[in-house]
């Protein structure tokens, strides 16, 4: 990856918590796959890994709201954009490995229980419902069908996602737009 040292850990970090679990990376890990010096992290992320943990799941969840984004714009309804929203989780899938879990719980709450860890998930997976709810919302549903429309969604992905690592299949979320669509 390009850009800044703080984006470099911020993105390693992130690929790394997803493939191992918070617990199962250390500092040592991250730099070593990072490509840089120790006194880098902390000049960053003064907490040490849990600053970069914070940092990696915000990271995840700006490359997931894109997503949402590129799912969501060109669609002419509400049906298309969940449906390519699917597709799009489905190659992401396909590209990270057919083990890792979702970059945000993967991150924070797959580890020891921090307060701030659950919060920022908290925030996180909210600002994805709510970026899917202005979709929505824009594509002629109500903001109520609109919200309740977005959490289902989330909660069907989420366990999409689950099943899909079970059996190393990302058809397992090609199949949730019929699912959902089936109540539009």
Sequence with gaps: MNGSTKDKLAW?????????????VGLSDILKSARVPK?????HFRQGKSDLALAAAQFASREMLRIIDDAFLPAKTYKDGMTTLFFKCAKLFDLMG??????????LLNGAYNPMFRETSEHIFDSWIERVTAHATRLGLSENDAKERATHLFVVLQGGWDLARARQNSDELRRLPKLLSEGL
């Design 12 to 24: 390693t970090a992130a690929k790394l918590f997803q493939e191992r679990g918070y617990d199962g």
């Design 39 to 43: 006194g880098s992290l902390y000049h």
């Design 98 to 107: 057919k083990w890792n879990g979702c970059p945000v719980s993967g991150i």
